[in-house]
């Protein structure tokens, strides 16, 4: 055998190297051409001839059988990129349709490159070509589909350049798929660079993971998008919608639900106070910044002079510089300015900060409202049950001009206020006219020979200001002094009244005869069932009798009978504290006309103090009666080094804190020592002209 020489290996390297790139252009379906350019002269493999549909008899090897092949709208084009290529002796790149001689249309996508010959001009064009019909008819598919969507779709290659743009994109982004392809978004739209567009776009590019979200785009689009961009081999895809109008109805239910909402709190807050002054606090509050930048509550005195009464500002840097604006703006504000049209007109009125500005004389007021600077404000009527009860002027700024829509809330609430103002007004009327009429049934104490008598009267906090409780002290004919202390089941107007009538009876039936306690009471019932008084009610009644034995031993006697109501108390000189009855006690009036009441005697040193209550005093929702007396026990020995009328005042101080859960009612009475000057505190000696005034006279 002869040795192979280098030679030889390196021909069988280089013919295996063809073999080998010709088995893998033809596995590939590639089919090569040969261009010469001087001669004109066209060499086709035989792929390349049976794909275009010669045979090797009727292929003329000329540029001319390849032209006639070409799809008549690709001919222009194709020709064109092959002059390019010979003329800078640059690469060819170009797909185009054939026409087959059995009228099949296929793709065809060529690829190569012109060669200079020894003069430097091409002499040869040389590449490969190969069908591509099956991958542009699935391009062509999903081009189809894409024009199809309801939805905007572009995709963007790797240097951000458009690659393609559907239809429903042209007509979003409001320019032609011509002026697009090629062009970097970031020029086509240049408020996207640095905006939640770029960013999203970036981070999906850069982690590989598709996002999605809402974004707003200025002028020309003015629009909101939704869009959703993943990233693919080429760069990324884009699919968008418009949701504008989708984004003003949310925005509009939820300016519906907030005014909705606010609406429900103004009720609730103004409902839920009968108090004009907490009313008066709380809608300012309720308004800023809900309604305005800054606003004014105005209201209309019993004298018919308006009085501005609460502001609230959204910065509270400036809500001082607007109380103090608050403080004198109406004082120098002439009847012409808007405020005043608005009062009168019982309308809501719109104006520019300035239109007051330019109103206002030089000072305060003016110098003020420079300062505060408001761009435009609404003057809205507070009205109720067909008046004008105030005004609430609501101030805008950073040129917030308020539509009509703005104007009918901002009323509403107003309307509300108004409404809630005047039922605090007329409750607060017809709370003082009840609470006066409650009053004015439960007179001044006498003030008899050195005995001291308080008495006090405070109305349920929860309740009408009027009820059934009642206190009494006057003198009988004989000079005794008679305390009463009492209480009408109920807690309305009704229970009033009925108080009035039993109050009266008794007052009627003891200043008359100078009966004792229990014959008082006794003849109370049957004159309640006589006069057909229905109704129910306690009552303790204690006279004070003293004969001159016991003026000289410095004590006097109590002797009381009780209708089924508390035990009285003594507070002895020495600070201790006894209850002078046991619970036990009478049936409560009402119940038999004629039951038989019973009396009780205690003898007292003077000095001593006894003290008649309402259950109002010492109840509790939380405590039983027995705690609530044990309670009033403690604070009266506590208090005992008092003045009679500080003593009781501060007894209701600690034991309800001025807020009681039931009507209070007290009276007391204080037996200074007979044997000294009747103290100043007592008061001046004065009893009725028919009245003794020695208590010790029969």
């Given at each position: ?212 979200f809402d974004a707003h785009y200025p002028a020309p689009l003015d ?336 002797v009381w009978a009780n209708a089924g109501h508390l035990p009285p ?130």
């Open positions: 055998m002869e040795p192979t020489s280098v030679g030889d290996v390196h021909g069988h390297d280089a013919e295996a190297a063809r073999l080998r790139a010709e088995l893998a252009i033809s596995a590939a379906g590639i089919g090569t051409f040969d261009l010469d350019v001087r001669t004109g002269r066209l060499t086709w493999d035989a792929r390349l001839i049976e794909m275009f549909g010669y045979d090797a008899d009727t292929f003329e090897q000329t540029i001319e059988a390849f032209n006639a092949r070409l799809h008549p709208d690709d001919l222009p084009r194709v020709t064109d990129a092959l002059q390019t290529a010979i003329a800078t002796q640059g690469e060819l790149e170009t797909d185009y349709r054939i026409l087959l001689p059995d009228g099949d249309t296929r793709w065809v996508s060529a690829r190569g490159k012109a060669f200079g010959g020894p003069d430097g001009q091409a002499a040869r064009v040389i590449g490969v070509a190969y069908d591509v019909t099956a991958e542009r008819t699935s391009e062509a598919r999903v081009a189809r589909v894409l024009e199809a969507m309801p939805a905007g779709f572009y995709s963007l290659d790797r240097a951000w350049r458009f690659a393609h743009v559907n239809a429903e994109a042209e007509k979003l982004l409001g320019q032609s798929r011509d002026d697009l392809l090629g062009q970097v978004i970031w020029d086509a739209f240049p408020a996207a660079v640095n905006s939640v567009f770029e960013e999203s776009y970036r981070r999906a590019v850069t982690t590989g993971e598709p996002v999605a629009g909101w998008y939704e869009l959703r961009a993943w990233p693919t081999p080429d760069g990324l895809s884009v699919y968008f919608i418009e949701v504008t109008e989708r984004r003003q109805a949310e925005a509009q239910a939820e300016r519906a639900t907030r005014r909705l909402r606010l609406l429900a709190q103004v009720s609730a807050e103004l409902a839920g106070t009968l108090d004009v002054q907490a009313a008066t606090a709380r809608l300012p509050r309720l308004v800023v910044p809900a309604l305005a930048d800054y606003c004014i509550l105005t209201v209309i005195d019993d004298d018919g002079h308006p009085r501005d009464v609460g502001s609230w500002h959204v910065d509270p840097a400036s809500r001082s510089l607007l109380e103090r604006y608050m403080a004198v703006r109406l004082d120098a504000m002439p009847l012409t300015a808007p405020v005043g049209r608005a009062l009168h007109s019982n309308e809501a009125v719109t104006f520019a900060g300035n239109d007051v500005l330019d109103l206002l004389p030089p000072g305060d007021a003016r110098d003020l409202l420079g300062v505060l600077a408001p761009q435009s404000e609404v003057a809205l009527p507070l009205r109720a049950r067909g008046r004008t009860l105030g005004l609430l002027t609501l101030f805008y700024a950073d040129g917030h001009v308020p539509t009509a829509e703005d104007v009918t809330v901002a009323q509403d609430v107003a309307d509300r206020a108004g409404l809630a103002w005047d039922n605090a007004r007329l409750f607060t009327q017809q709370q003082q006219m009840a609470e006066t009429l409650q009053r004015s049934l439960l007179t001044d104490p006498p003030e008899p020979d050195h005995a001291e008598i308080v008495v006090r009267y405070l109305p349920a906090a929860e309740a009408a200001r009027v009820g059934g409780d009642w206190y009494d002290a006057f003198l009988q004919p004989n000079g005794s002094t008679m305390l009463v202390i009492g209480d009408v089941v109920g807690h309305d107007t009704a229970a009033a009244a009925a108080m009035g009538q039993v109050r009266s009876l008794l007052r009627g039936i003891a200043a008359y005869s100078d009966a004792g306690p229990a014959e008082v009471l006794r003849g109370l019932d049957q004159a309640m069932a006589v006069l057909q008084i229905d109704t129910l009610a306690t009552a303790a009644v204690a006279r004070f009798e003293q004969t001159d034995d016991e003026r000289e031993r410095g004590v006097t006697r109590i108390l003594a507070l002895h000189p020495d600070g201790s504290v006894a209850v002078l009855a046991d619970w036990k006690a009478d049936l409560l009036l009402g119940v038999d006309a004629f039951a038989q009441r019973a009396e009780s005697v205690v003898t007292l040193d003077r000095g001593s103090t006894v003290l008649l209550y309402t259950d109002g005093l010492i109840e509790r929702r939380d405590a039983d009666l027995d705690t609530g007396l044990d309670r009033l026990r403690t604070h009266l020995a506590e208090l005992a080094h008092l003045p009679l009328q500080q003593l009781c005042d501060e007894l209701i101080t600690r034991l309800v804190d001025g807020k009681p859960e039931d009507d209070v009612a007290l009276v007391a009475v204080r037996l200074h020592p007979q044997d000294r000057p009747r103290p100043a505190e007592a008061g001046p000696n004065r009893v009725p002209d028919l009245v003794p005034p020695d208590p010790t006279v029969p």
